[in-house]
T-cell receptor, first 114, second 116 residues
């Protein structure tokens, strides 16, 4: 119940195309869903996040779509660029005692071909 | 503002040796975290701290110890290193609870550790 399942494991997209990464969860107590982007040799960095009372959030070329009833959320990268090549992690956040825990997906390695 | 800093960047240990991975943040964040990242396995929480003097175990604490004597520093100690501890270790920090309860985790650049 604490898992976040992320797919696909890897993705290759042509420059200008749309990249779509999907995540699913079971625990309805999750209340915050961030996406992190990680470039090789660097730590993850927050890309965009959504609360479950919103169905979509857009920041530039990055959009999160959230389906509360299906317990799924996805990241869409429009007009994908070679500079977007990175590993993307979805996560789900839940209060846990004195902490706010992040449950991480296993990551998607995105390669955008020029 | 340096953010979250980690040292060393790389280290090779022999089985049975011990070492301390250093982590510091200059953002006055209350919460600090240690993760390990293995290929294809995402991020696993080792230990976390909610403030100076308070630490707690995460998902995979065995073989590690932490301390938090100041707000800024959160070192991770490996005793009796084993090949299973070969990984990339990330330290992260977060501001805190209340109105900031959803705020993001800021990550350091990582320490790549190999145990041979």
């Amino acid at each position: 119940q604490q898992q976040v399942k992320q797919s696909p494991q890897s993705l290759i997209v042509q420059k200008g195309g749309i990249s779509i990464i999907n995540c699913a969860y079971e625990n309805t107590a999750f209340d915050y869903f961030p996406w992190y982007q990680q470039f090789p040799g660097k730590g993850p960095a927050l890309l965009i996040a959504i609360r479950p009372d919103v169905s979509e959030k857009k920041e530039g070329r990055f959009t999160i779509s959230f389906n509360k009833s299906a317990k799924q959320f996805s990241l869409h990268i429009m007009d994908s660029q070679p500079g977007d090549s990175a590993t993307y992690f979805c996560a789900a956040s839940i209060e846990a005692g004195n902490n706010r825990k992040l449950i991480w997906g296993l990551g998607t390695s995105l390669a955008v071909n020029p | 503002n340096a953010g979250v800093t980690q040292t060393p960047k790389f280290r090779i240990l022999k089985i049975g040796q011990s070492m301390t991975l250093q982590c510091a943040q200059d953002m006055n964040h209350n919460y600090m975290y240690w993760y390990r990242q293995d290929p294809g396995m995402g991020l696993k929480l080792i230990y976390y701290s909610v403030g100076a003097g308070i630490t707690d175990k995460g998902e995979v604490p065995n073989g590690y110890n932490v301390s938090r004597s100041t707000t800024e520093d959160f070192p991770l100690r490996l005793e009796l290193a084993a090949p299973s501890q070969t990984s990339v270790y990330f330290c992260a920090s977060r501001l805190g609870q209340g109105l900031q309860s959803y705020n993001e985790q800021f990550f350091g650049p990582g320490t790549r550790l190999t145990v041979l």
